[in-house]
């Protein structure tokens, strides 16, 4: 819908470094010119005042390029057509757009200026018109050139006096203007010849140019007569070689005015009509001009100082009037800057951008008053804003750190701007219209369904429970509980509608009885339902004759892959988005006493929790004190050597332990199944479960205790010890048992070896969870009555939440792995899950305490996540891949029964497609890109030379971010260093000369430039780093 | 639900769900959470903006802030005067702030005003002092917060100037993977 805006911009854009070099130029010149003269002659009051003022004004007009540029480049009156010619370029934009909206809002403003028919009307009436306009009840534009402005004008306050001495002058150059602003519109409209504007510019003013130089010249003495300096040096200067060199300044200002022919030009029939406003204004300021005239003297000393806005002080006048008349042009030239920013800036990075500019004012020094949206910095924001997508916007705006009134303000304004654009663009074309409310629908839509969304968050208030009195940490846990279940939840409903309900409608009867110990031992009656493998069948599902036919084995095989592939993903996201938010800098991270001090845990809210973590906090920032202190005690390499000593020991004998439980574990299987094919006991197939649970029991524990032996300095270090010496067991035994089921129990020759497997899983999964339960009731619980009763000392325990979640983490794994030989195991899981989560809640509440170590929470996430990615799903994969490709499915039963392999029947629905003409696509996506090895070597090629490329970019970047950081504290040192020497020479100053004030200011003054490079460091380093928290986002 | 239309309009509901990381839901229980601070204060009718303050003494005694060190600053950090007395618009404010959704700078500036006692802009040292004081409720003595202090400036002071500045201290927070949850208050 802003297509067009955009183009516009677009094509502006060429002349835009001009502008803005040119801008710059004159500004810096203007800017520089003004510091000194304002440091001298000027009061401090208003030398503070002013001083600031070329800052926002510089900083307003980097942005508003054209306009702005504008004002230095045509201080001088003559200028005024020309001007007029150029700021019509921007104002063009404005009167575009003038047909939607600035009619109401212009209009009364001309009605103003025509009916009090002299300046002064035209003057106050924009104001008035403007604050009281209901439209914009907060234009911003109008408070900020009251604001900014306001400083410059006290000089054009000084000069009414000087006036009336040469009335005539202002009044003939006011005519002039007017002229010049009726002109205006004529030579715009044959703007064909971009050479005319100049020429005609010249036979058009040489009246009012000559009148015009007068005031200046004249304006000039007065001004060289009175006080005010800066104006001479700064609007003086260049106006005289706009004034005085005519031949010069057609050159000088007929580059801007072509833009503004080009422009009209470019959009041709457009322009006619937004012409007419400006003929009208014209034509208002002619019929002012003829009250004028008539020389009401009491109004004409009131009505020359606006004049003489628009004349000698064009740069400032001009703008200010345009801006009273239409302060929306403020936005309608933040639409214009925000285009090319737009495009440059490609989303995000806009906000993010501007974002970091308004941080630093708004504390850097606190915007005037409460009106903050004066700031350039404000207009900058909303021009930002309003080509943005309306989402972008919404998060854009929401992440802006203002009170809510302002927030909301921003989005009227930003909105009113964005419908009055689309209200424009309408008159172009409907169906951007359509669009609009089309993406508006969409925006509601989407709020219901997050409010669907949020509404399903399980145990909302549970975890504030948890949260208000154990911390993030716990917390963490029963995220991670959440997530795991949300994510079995996913993988059963897809199972469910695609695998399960299928069969269903064409089971048969199940003929075993049920006998109540299924439940355990997971045979028997369940082997022959849905739960299992082998109860699938082969065949093609067809109800009626005519009805589609569901192909059972493509759909499980299908099925399952989906779901891995989709849980592939999820966990792959999940992954990324905790390294990105949680390894940020991982090479910069240190263990401070920073993180201790400003991290504290809000989430904690119960009274006792919030004394204990107190408590607990300053043990930590004492020991970490006293770590500090000891820092430098180097150990004897007698005690390093015993120290070392251990941790091998400990070393080995974990892995000792877990090759030992491992071993015992695959001879009890194999002992086992052959034992189980002898006595056929329904309950003794529950051995294996139950010594693997065992073992998964006992051995952490004793693992823990090693810590009682090894003295790591940094408890992290300990529990990450922990926690690999955990998973190498788990994942060791899991690995042992898929190794016994794939090449034992596999190749054994029975029937239906896959429903056996699924059997096993089945057992092993309850047996862990019942001893969790177990363990949840009895263990914990005896251990808080033997910790409260019997041996205090020991106190309550604290939560260990590396182990708790390594047990989810071995539970998932078997999930995964059994999900292929009994498709409702997630099912199961789902609610053994749901069941443990009100356990460990229950018991949590009652026999813990919070931790006393700060423990890095998210960081522990991140790390569960990887572990479960890793070794766990990576080696889930590998188990399904080496089942399906490698594996001869059971002759009698499941869907794959008589294939030689699993894959196969992949390979024969290619064949089946490759007859059918429609489906040649899908064979040939198969053969040449699933299928053909040549493709997977170029694929991983490719990956390999991006990931290469992207190391390289991270190492740069890396480099860059020390750069940086090194470059900011040099600029800390050169601060303290300037202030330092300041300091000094003012000392000695005062030593000197007790009564000088002027070092005192510039002593002031003279850290403020270099506070504003820092800032625009920091905030670049800032920027720098957003976009990079962004990039894997875009 | 269905009452929700006499205290908001639809307007005022969209407005405020575009400008905190609330739903709909949630705004509602946050108002009525609000309400019930002050019920006879608080009309149920905001559908003219009456322009109504629930004082700090209120405010403070929410489950969720009673015991938190900081209250104090928060409310003063959200309120509009700087005085504690909140709107129900400072307390969105707040709550949208602490929520989970909201993004680490925006955390972090807050974040940097709640422990900028003075409101210089700066965390100096004094602040710091003030802030390791609530933190231990008095557990440590004098000498050691001074320690623990110059450590933390130490640590953090980028550009060495004796105090923490925003950048610097979001540079700090950078680092400390946590505080995204951490500084969260669940409603």
Known sequence: MSAYYR????????????????????????????????????????????????????????????????????????????????????????????????????????????????????????????????????????????????????????????????????????????AGSRTNPDYLGSLGEPDYPGAQGNSNYPGPRAHSNHPGSSRNQEYAGSRIKPHIDTLGKPDYPGTEDQPYSPNFLGKPDYSGAEDYRNSPDFWGEPDYPNAEDGCDYGSSKTPETTREVLSRTSSIQPSFHHGAVGPLGLPVRENEDYHESIEMKSVEMANPYGHSGHGYVNPTYVAESNLHPSYGNPPSGDDWYKSPQEQKLIASLIPMASRERIKAIRNQPRTMEEKRNLRKLVDKEKSKQSRHIFELSCCTHCVNSISLAYRRSKNILSELLSSISLWQKTFKVIGGKFGTSVLSYFNFLRWLLKFNIFSFIVTFSFIIIPQFTVAGRNTLQFTGLEFFTGAGYFSDTVMYYGFYTNSTIQHGSGGASYDMQLAYIFTIAACLIICFFSLLFSMARYFRNNFINPHIYSRGITKLVFCWDFTITHERAVKLKQKNLSTELRENLSEIRQENVRLTLNQQLTRLSIHLAAWVVSTGVATTCCVAVYYLAVNNSEFLQSHRNPGSVLLLPFVVSCINLAVPRFYSMFSLVEHYEIPRQEVYVLLIRNIVLKISIIGILCYYWLSIVALAGEECWETLIGQDI???LLMDFVFSLADSFLGEFLRRIIGMQFITSLGLQEFDIARNVLELIYAQTLVWIGTFFCPLLPFIQMITLFIMFYVKNISLMMNFQPPSKAWRASQMMTFFIFLLFFPSFTGVLCTLATTIWRLKPSADCGPFRGLPFFIHSIYSWIDTLSKRPGYLWVVWIYRNLIGSVHFFFILTLIVLIITYLYWQITEGRKIMIRLLHEQIINEGKDKMFLIEKLTKLQDTEKRANPSSFTLERSDVEEPDPLHVREYEGARELRFRRSVQENNPNA | MGNKQTVFTHEQLEAYQDCTFFTRKEIMRLFYRYQDLAPQLVPLDYTSYPDVKVPYELISSMPELKDNPFRQRIAQVFSEDGDGHMTLDNFLDMFSVMSEMAPRDLKAYYAFKIYDFNNDDYICMWDLEQTVTKLTRGELSSEEVTLVCEKVLDEADGDHDGRLSLEDFQNMILRAPDFLSTFHIRI
């Open chain 1, 7 to 178: 183009n516009n911009g677009y094509e502006e854009e060429p002349d835009y470094p001009d502008y803005s070099r040119s801008q710059n130029h004159t500004q810096g010149n203007w800017k520089t010119r003004d510091y000194p003269d304002s440091l001298g002659p000027l009061n401090n009051s208003d030398y503070s005042k002013s001083r600031r003022n070329p800052y926002s004004e510089d900083s307003r007009r980097n942005p508003d390029y054209p306009r702005s540029l504008a004002e230095p480049d045509y201080p001088g009156s003559l200028s005024h057509p020309d001007y007029s010619g150029t700021r019509n370029s921007p104002y063009s934009v404005g009167s575009r757009r003038n047909p939607d909206y600035p009619r109401p809002l212009a209009e009364p403003d001309y009605r103003g200026s025509r009916s009090n028919s002299d300046y002064p009307g035209t003057r106050s009436n924009p104001y008035s018109a403007g604050s009281r306009s209901s439209d914009y009840p907060t234009s911003l534009a109008e408070r900020d050139y009251l604001g900014s402005w306001s400083n410059p004008y006290h000089p054009d306050s000084f000069k009414e006096p000087d006036y009336p001495e040469s009335q005539r002058n202002p009044g003939s150059r006011s005519s002039g203007n007017s």
């Open chain 1, 762 to 764: 089945y057992r092993l």
